[in-house]
T-cell receptor, first 115, second 116 residues
Framework: DTAVSQTPKYLVTQMGNDKSIKCEQN?????MYWYKQDSKKFLKIMFS???????INETVPNRFSPKSPDKAHLNLHINSLELGDSAVYFC??????????????FGPGTRLTVT | SQKIEQNSEALNIQEGKTATLTCNYT??????LQWYRQDPGRGPVFLLL?????KEKRKERLKVTFDTTLKQSLFHITASQPADSATYLC???????????????FGQGTILTVHP
């Protein structure tokens, strides 16, 4: 039973297309995140949602839009894909406000390649 | 701006030795620091958390220290094994509310290779 799952694992698409990545967690956590890991392996926060409410919105192009239908799901929609969007995208979840703990649980990642 | 540096991009050691990884930060006052392990093609996995008022934490063969004066954390793996080979990431977190809520800022990682 996977704690944090993402689909698809690999996504290859052309510039200009619109794509979505789905994330689901079955840990009962209130907070979910999207991270981007570039080719240099830096892991950077993009968004976080707490119980369907947007909390963190880093400097991310408007082409990226997170959507949280319920607290167990946080999807990432990307419009007009560009070459620079190629990266691995990770979803993560955690308890709210560190109660009882702060650690984050990550999904397996989605490798997005834009050609 | 906040900066986190893991001093070694890659660290190679012999099996059985202690691996020591370093995480330094500037322009940040974290409430806690976490260490994660990441294997190729997989997501990071939480290992240890240490709070700002703690000096040291241990878990099995792992030990973390946190010096808020030096703005540094050391991560030790004792009696290292080839299975410990992975990328290790440090991450700083804040208790502040608002847009800092739950936000982790990661270092670039250190690739550890333990040779048999």
């Amino acid at each position: 039973d996977t704690a944090v799952s993402q689909t698809p694992k690999y996504l290859v698409t052309q510039m200009g297309n619109d794509k979505s990545i789905k994330c689901e967690q079955n840990l009962g956590h209130d907070t979910m995140y999207w991270y981007k890991q570039d080719s240099k392996k830096f892991l950077k926060i993009m968004f976080s949602y707490n119980n369907k409410e947007l909390i963190i919105n880093e400097t991310v192009p408007n082409r990226f839009s997170p959507k949280s239908p319920d607290k167990a799901h946080l999807n990432l929609h990307i419009n007009s894909l560009e070459l620079g969007d190629s990266a691995v995208y990770f979803c993560a979840s955690s308890h709210k406000a560190g109660k009882p703990s702060y650690e984050q649980y990550f999904g397996p990642g989605t490798r997005l390649t834009v050609t | 701006s906040q900066k986190i540096e893991q001093n070694s991009e890659a660290l190679n050691i012999q099996e059985g030795k202690t691996a020591t990884l370093t995480c330094n930060y500037t322009n940040y006052s974290p409430a806690y620091l976490q260490w994660y392990r990441q294997d190729p093609g997989r997501g990071p996995v939480f290992l240890l958390l240490i709070r700002e008022n703690e000096k040291e934490k241990r878990k099995e063969r792992l030990k973390v220290t946190f010096d808020t004066t030096l703005k540094q954390s050391l991560f030790h793996i004792t009696a290292s094994q080839p299975a410990d080979s992975a990328t290790y990431l440090c991450a700083l977190g804040s208790n502040a509310g608002g847009t800092s809520y739950g936000k982790l800022t990661f270092g670039q990682g250190t690739i550890l290779t333990v040779h048999p």
